[in-house]
């Protein structure tokens, strides 16, 4: 069922990200195939509205987020370059954004290294500042 879920709802949240890229903020099919979900930084063009209804599948639509997809991906890189600045050489990272955790939330996640280092990293993390309207979230470290 997943699958034949992905290309409908895809070609909305394509539709969305190129017609509408001032309004576009996002969109994520969850984990069970089953809660898609799109975002819009105002209010959601009708032309979208029409699109989901068409697929006939069950969604949701956040409205009012206040940021746009390329405010998003502005936030995160500006994330990166300032974790990068100030962590350890050694210390391997991602970074990217996670509205399927909270609207708006920028995750950063650590992989492997010393107590030490993680605990610089943390650190390091607990020193950021999210752009505003974006928060940080510390993700789970992975060895």
């Known amino acids: 069922m997943w699958l034949s879920q992905q290309q409908p709802l895809g070609e909305v949240a394509y539709l969305a990200e190129t017609a509408y890229p001032g309004e576009f903020a996002y969109a994520f099919l969850g984990a069970q195939g089953n809660d898609f979900k799109i975002g819009f930084k105002d209010d959601v063009p009708p032309e ?31 994330v990166i370059r300032e974790f990068d600045g100030l962590a350890a050489p050694e210390v391997q990272f991602v970074v990217g954004p996670t509205p399927e955790i909270s609207v708006g939330s920028i995750t950063v996640t650590v992989h492997g290294g010393s107590e030490g280092t993680l605990a610089e990293a943390k650190r390091v993390f607990d020193s950021l500042t999210a752009p505003v309207p974006f928060e940080l979230i510390w993700g789970r470290t992975v060895d």
């Open 48 to 78: 979208i509205v029409a699109a989901l209804s068409k697929t006939g599948l069950s969604s949701s639509i956040e409205e009012h987020v206040g940021f746009t997809q390329a405010d998003y991906e502005d936030a995160t890189r500006s």
